[in-house]
């Protein structure tokens, strides 16, 4: 089966689903209201009429937001906000037109409602989510794959590749690299060809996708590779430069008639920076307060376990690259620094026997806490570096610098994709600039949510 009719397949069943739970949540409302007090509650089959309005309010939504395209898997918290969203204003819509064709017949009770509305999400959300995971399943076990080429086999390239790899539910078969040594094998795949291949490649071994991952090229270059998979009618996806990042989102001006582009402007800044004090401050006093047992606990098992101190305290460079003294529990030996700063490495010699154990669950990170609550950093932003490091990249790395304009963090948008540890810094460096470019409340909320997953299931930052 193509990925295109199981996609559509997957669209249909969702609007089953939503159809079904709906009409459903509609139904269970009406009970709860039963089970409370209440007047002049009347036999269901009087709100049968206001039901089909609230079920087609939700669909319609739905459909206008464009839930049952064919599309890939999204992730569950996304999928959340965006059934939090459309239910909320298919239920309003709804109340509307209830309001206005049943008037002064029938009466909608204000709490039932609010039980629709809560209802709705909860069983909608439930639907979707089985069918989603049935989805990945599919997709994972070879239903529907989508065959792929990677133009560029190096680093960006096996990046790409290792993603694909560690996101079965993408629905990807990697055929082959082009653009390399040809004959060779990278990362167990083929390189299958050069740029001018392409058409050549794509009919023979039947590929529906292309991924660029040059993102050094030059625009004639990107614009070559284009033009001839657009012959063979593939899909593109281009991995970004640090130009297409930061103009992500433009708006055309002009200057005495000289048309200009204008970046979007740093998102955090006015209000948005007091809301995500708030939110720090709030969080991880909250944090510190529940996560005390646990960090007692560590502090007294790294007394037991080597000598030295409990906490390890390093120069790092945040906000407006200004050094702070950075907290974290002691992983390695007192003296492991002894010679200078060495750069960390996922299986690093110099780790004692609890170290490796509470990097590997970042519980080593709980200390940066205190550093979010007193302002050096935040919850959610670009890893800080130790001055000389970021004495080295600034000069190899373009737009390096401009992480520091904004707090570092405890986490990430690189670190919860997979950047963390030993790995380039200058794709870390695309990320944040990224999520500099793209800060939302809602983002800083997934990105937590997210690396609490991750340090439950033992991928954490080391």
């Known amino acids: 089966m193509s990925q295109r009719r199981l996609s559509a397949l997957f669209g249909i069943a969702l609007l089953i689903s939503d159809l079904l739970m709906s009409g459903l949540a509609f139904g269970w409302a009406y009970r709860l209201r039963l089970l409370t007090p ?28 464009r839930s049952y395209g064919q599309r890939h898997p999204v992730s569950q ?11 909320f204003l298919g239920t309003v819509t709804a109340i509307a037109l209830i309001s206005f064709l049943f008037k002064d017949r ?11 509305l809560i209802m709705t999400i909860i069983l909608v959300t439930l639907g979707r989510l089985i069918l989603t995971r049935l989805q990945w399943i599919l997709l994972a076990r070879g239903w529907g794959r989508k065959k792929v080429l990677l133009v560029g086999s190096g680093d960006v390239g096996r990046l790409i590749l290792q993603k694909i790899r560690q996101s079965p539910r993408l629905g990807y078969e990697v055929v082959g690299f082009v653009n390399g040594e040809v004959g060779s094998v990278v990362m ?45 009618k593939a899909g593109i996806k281009v991995f970004p430069d640090v130009f297409q990042i930061m103009a992500s989102e433009v708006s055309i001006g002009d200057l005495g008639g000289l048309p200009l582009l204008t970046m979007r402007d740093v998102a955090l800044r006015g209000w948005r ?14 944090a510190l307060i529940l996560l005390s047992p646990l960090m007692l606990l560590t502090a007294l098992l790294i007394k037991l376990d080597s000598e030295g101190p409990v906490f390890f305290v390093q120069e790092r460079m945040g906000l407006d690259a200004r ?24 299986n690093d010699p110099r780790r004692t026997r609890l170290g490796a154990i509470i990097r590997k669950l970042s519980v080593d990170e709980l200390p940066q806490l205190i550093n979010v609550l007193l302002g050096d950093m935040s919850l959610v932003g670009p890893r800080p570096e130790q001055p000389a490091y970021v004495e080295q990249f600034r000069r190899s790395i373009p737009r390096y610098m401009d992480r520091h304009r904004e707090k570092a963090g405890l986490t990430g948008w690189a670190q919860v994709n997979g950047l963390r540890g030993d790995t380039s810094i200058a794709e870390r460096t695309k990320y944040d600039l990224w999520y500099i470019e793209n800060w939302s409340l809602w983002l800083d909320v997934k990105i937590i949510i997210r690396t609490v997953l991750q340090g439950l299931t033992g991928r954490g930052a080391y």
């Not at 029938?106 to 629709?116: E, F, I």
């Not at 920076?273 to 909250?286: E, G, I, N, P, Q």
């Open 38 to 65: 209440h007047e002049n509650i009347l036999p269901f089959r009087n709100y049968v009429g206001m039901m089909v309005v609230h079920v087609l309010c939700i669909v319609t939504v739905f459909f206008l937001r």
């Open 323 to 346: 050094p702070f003294p950075m907290l974290k529990f002691r992983s390695m030996r007192a003296d492991a620094e002894a010679r200078g700063p060495g750069w960390t490495t996922e």
């Open 188 to 232: 167990g795949v083929p390189v299958l060809g050069q740029t001018a291949d392409l058409p050549h490649l794509i009919e023979n071994h039947g590929i529906e996708e292309v991924i660029i991952g040059l993102p050094e090229a030059s625009h004639e270059e990107i614009l070559t590779i284009v033009s001839l998979c657009e012959r063979e």
């Open 273 to 286: 920076l007091t809301v995500k004090r708030f939110m720090d401050v709030v969080v991880s006093a909250a």
């Open 106 to 116: 029938l009466d909608y009770p204000r709490l039932m409602m609010v039980y629709a």
């Open 77 to 87: 918290l996304d999928e959340f906000y965006n059934i939090v969203g459309s239910v």
